[in-house]
């Protein structure tokens, strides 16, 4: 088992360039999410998908859209990157369990806006 | 609005200190109460907490809720230079998971 994998690993990006990022789990998880982490803030939730098929805003969506692609892949899109999105980003997957669950980690892709 | 909030922000011990870290929280609809330990990269699991009073233990960590208190405690006894580290407190509601900001521990020699 990979677990969670994201791609790529380190991206920098001009102003106003877009890119994916890409996150893949083999767990069979119900739930994916995506954060951002900003030092002394700790992980602030971007999107998440509590299911395949749905999609949800969490405390910081501005700036980024996501796709469930399937119950493995969700991905997040920066359409239009800013120096304020320069950041870890942590893509993570659970499995809905009663509402009670643990969550696990992708190895995380630090970018980095010019 | 749901929030997290952890206590100290930062600490440094000496090797063989009992620490202990706070974590209090404001969410609709909780489920349960997560402890994480992050060392350079991806947070990895410590505790999950959903019954108030039942303390876990994993080794050297505890940790126990206060449903009651809104709160969470983590102990680490004996401390090594090896549970250097931030230490993410979170709590989850039905679908989503609030984090803290982290307490940093740094354990000297």
């Known amino acids: 088992n990979a677990g969670v994998t994201q791609t790529p690993k380190f991206q920098v990006l001009k102003t106003g360039q877009s890119m994916t990022l890409q996150c893949a789990q083999d767990?069979?998880?119900?739930?994916m999410y995506w954060y951002r982490q900003d030092p002394g803030m700790g992980l602030r939730l971007i999107y998440y998908?509590?299911?395949?098929?749905?999609?949800d805003k969490g405390e910081v969506p501005n700036g980024y859209n996501v796709s469930r692609l399937n119950k493995r892949e969700f991905s997040l899109r920066l359409e239009s990157a800013a120096p304020s999105q320069t950041s870890v980003y942590f893509c993570?997957?659970?499995?809905?369990?009663?509402?009670?669950?643990?969550?696990?980690f992708g190895p995380g892709t630090r970018l980095t806006v010019t | 609005e749901d929030k997290v909030v952890q206590s100290p922000l930062s600490l440094v011990v000496h090797e063989g200190d009992t620490v202990t870290l706070n974590c209090s929280y404001e969410?609709?609809?909780?489920?349960?109460l997560l402890w994480y330990k992050q060392e350079k990269k991806a947070p990895t699991f410590l505790f999950m907490l959903?019954?108030?009073?039942i303390e876990k233990k994993s080794g050297r960590l505890s940790s126990i809720l206060d449903k009651k208190e809104l709160s969470s405690i983590l102990n680490i006894t004996a401390t090594q230079t090896g549970d250097s580290a931030i230490y993410l407190c979170?709590?989850?509601?039905?679908?989503?998971?609030?984090f803290g900001p982290g307490t940093s521990l740094s354990v000297i020699p």
């Open positions: 979170a709590a989850s509601s039905y679908d989503k998971v609030i």
């Open positions: 959903t019954s108030s009073g």
């Open positions: 993570a997957s659970s499995e809905l369990a009663g509402g009670v669950y643990e969550q696990y």
């Open positions: 998908s509590a299911s395949e098929g749905t999609t």
């Open positions: 767990m069979n998880h119900n739930s």
């Open positions: 969410v609709t609809n909780f489920r349960s």
